[in-house]
C-alpha cells in the first residue's frame, strides 16, 4: 500500500472484534488472577512448566505492546482535540 493511503475497514467487523477480544482477555485476566491470588511468582517459576510459562510471559508482553500502542494512539488523538 502507498504511503499516506488509508486503507478501508470494516468498523462494524471491527467493533464486533473487539467486543469477542474484550470478553476474552477479561476471560485471561481472570484466570491469571486466580493463580495469582493462590500461588507466590516463586512457586509458579518453580512448579510452573517452563515451556507454558514462557509462552504465556510472551503473549502478555505481545498484549501489553499492542495495548501501549493503541493508548499512545488514543492519547495523541485526545491530545488533538484539546488544541
Request: hydrophobic content about 45%.
Amino acid at each position: 500500500m502507498a504511503p499516506g493511503v488509508k486503507k478501508q475497514i470494516d468498523v462494524t467487523r471491527l467493533k464486533a472484534d473487539l467486543a469477542v477480544a474484550g470478553v476474552e482477555l477479561l476471560s485471561a485476566q481472570c484466570a491469571a488472577d486466580r493463580v495469582r491470588l493462590q500461588y507466590s511468582p516463586h512457586d509458579v517459576a518453580t512448579h510452573g512448566e517452563a515451556v507454558m510459562l514462557k509462552r504465556a510471559i510472551a503473549s502478555a508482553k505481545a498484549l501489553h505492546q499492542f495495548f501501549s500502542q493503541i493508548d499512545a494512539q488514543l492519547k495523541h488523538q485526545e491530545a488533538d482535540g484539546n488544541r
